[in-house]
């Protein structure tokens, strides 16, 4: 089975500043998507950014960008320019092809302070 | 609008009922999930299903129950054989993958699970 970690249970980050959120996954697959949602706290789960596996450029969602590295199995988020509104929670999340199953990590709490 | 309805959003049930929460969607989505969420924990799947009259065990299936007799229709019951079901559910459905146009999951708004 597929798991995927996230070894931060808190970041906190200056707003204005850049912060990296770290993921790591195992899988025997060669084949596969990354994502990154954000929980606010209203609870709803929102896409960040996602990640083709058989893409080597990593996803660029305007203050959101990926550092996607298929052999360590990592999958980082970065937040540049951190806003107030960013503070939430953020999973990773891996899906593969075979079986359309999607499998979260922990998920990381993203304090922003003003 | 396209989306995908949970229901209710809050649910309170007295222990050894069973209870069943909706979930519905309109997205033409082949695949549906079942997620479990503890407070401040991630999401844990309890059951997925990729086609109609078809599902599998998440890693946390026991005590509940689905069925996909529609493709539009996901319903979750949580049945007294669940020891801890107080937590907050959220349903997902999504396309099959595809190279091309591969996409994420939509998310429910949830429902809040509380036994009395």
């Known amino acids: 089975a597929q798991t995927v970690t996230q070894s931060q249970p808190e970041m906190s980050v200056q707003e204005a500043e850049t912060v990296t959120l770290s993921c790591t996954y195992d899988?025997?697959?060669?084949?596969?998507?990354l994502f990154w949602y954000k929980q606010p706290p209203s609870r709803q789960m929102i896409l960040v950014i996602r990640?083709?596996?058989?893409?080597?450029q990593n996803a660029t969602e305007n203050r959101f960008s990926v550092n996607f590295q298929k052999a360590a199995k990592s999958f980082s988020l970065k937040i540049s320019d951190s806003q107030l509104g960013d503070a939430a929670m953020y999973f990773c999340?891996?899906?593969?092809?075979?079986?359309?199953?999607?499998?979260f990590g922990g998920g990381t709490r993203l304090m922003v302070k003003p | 609008d396209g989306g995908i309805t949970q229901s209710p959003k809050y649910l309170f049930r007295k222990e050894g009922q069973n209870v069943t929460l909706s979930c519905e969607q309109n997205?033409?989505?082949?695949?549906m999930y079942w997620y479990r969420q503890d407070p401040g924990q991630g999401l844990r799947l309890i059951y997925y299903?990729?086609?109609?009259?078809?599902?599998q065990k998440g890693d946390i299936a026991e005590g509940y129950s689905v069925s996909r007799e529609k493709k539009e229709s996901f319903p979750l019951t949580v049945t007294s054989a669940q020891k801890n079901p107080t937590a907050f559910y959220l349903c997902?459905?999504?396309?099959?993958?595809?190279?091309?146009?591969?996409?994420?999951?939509?998310f429910g708004q949830g429902t809040r699970l509380t036994v009395v």
């Open positions: 997902a459905s999504s396309t099959w993958m595809e190279r091309l146009s591969g996409t994420e999951a939509f």
């Open positions: 899988t025997s697959e060669s084949d596969y998507y």
């Open positions: 990640q083709e596996a058989y893409k080597q």
């Open positions: 999340a891996y899906r593969d092809n075979a079986g359309n199953m999607l499998t």
């Open positions: 997205l033409n989505h082949d695949a």
């Open positions: 299903s990729q086609i109609v009259n078809d599902f």
